[in-house]
């Protein structure tokens, strides 16, 4: 939020909190999904894929 001018940071907010909601409900369902049509083991393999393509993202957006 420190990149975001003061005038539009309800803005952010409000997009970074709808964003994360989405993400949330979804991750439940795939999760679920996987866990019971692939079993246990793809499941955290896709949480782990998942987990280290995002934090190498934020990584990458953070260098710019």
């Known amino acids: 939020l420190s990149s975001v001018p003061s005038r539009e940071k309800g803005i952010a907010l409000g997009a970074m ?3 994360m909601c ?4 979804t ?6 999904f996987l866990w ?3 079993g246990t083991f ?3 393999m896709f ?3 998942s987990c280290i ?7 990458l957006i953070k260098a710019k």
């Open 17 to 19: 909190n709808t964003f």
């Open 36 to 38: 019971i049509f692939l």
């Open 53 to 59: 393509g995002s934090s190498l993202l934020i990584l």
């Open 47 to 49: 949480a782990f894929i």
């Open 27 to 32: 991750a439940g369902l795939i999760g679920g």
């Open 22 to 25: 989405i993400g949330v409900a």
């Open 42 to 44: 793809i499941s955290f």
